[in-house]
């Protein structure tokens, strides 16, 4: 069990940019996988990105070639860079991790991760 805790949630113009950190306690953070996910008000929980401990990255249709997600194993953090930013973007995120012991594997459904971030707001306006 990890637990995650998210920042740099906030407001920002359509066109603009913002970092997502996701940090974990807990001494085993290299061998979890990672992902990140919203939910918009009344919609469900979507995938955004994940990424595997040996940092295969995997991110949706939505936000491909807007959003990076990487990972500082050293400092158990793992990171969403949100660029390009547009109204449909605004939702609260979270961070998620499941531990795994493939190097390789990542997630994409919710189900799929046992640790989840309280979520931070993001607010795209136009």
């Known amino acids: 069990q990890v637990q995650l805790v998210e920042s740099g949630g906030g407001l920002v113009q359509a066109g603009g940019s913002l970092r997502l950190s996701c940090t974990a306690s807990g001494r085993t953070f290299r061998t979890y996988a990672m992902g990140w996910f919203r939910q918009a008000p009344g919609k469900e929980r979507e995938f955004v990105a994940a990424i595997s401990w040996s940092a295969n990255t995997y991110a949706a249709d939505s936000v491909k070639g807007r959003f990076t997600i990487s990972r500082d194993n050293a400092k158990k953090t793992a990171y969403l860079q949100m660029n390009s930013l547009k109204p449909q973007d605004t939702a609260v995120y979270y961070c998620?991790?499941?531990?795994?012991?493939?190097?390789?594997?990542?997630?994409?459904?919710?189900?799929?991760?046992?640790?989840w971030g309280q979520g931070t707001q993001v607010t795209v306006s136009s």
């Open positions: 998620a991790a499941q531990a795994t012991y493939h190097s390789g594997n990542y997630y994409l459904r919710p189900g799929d991760y046992e640790n």
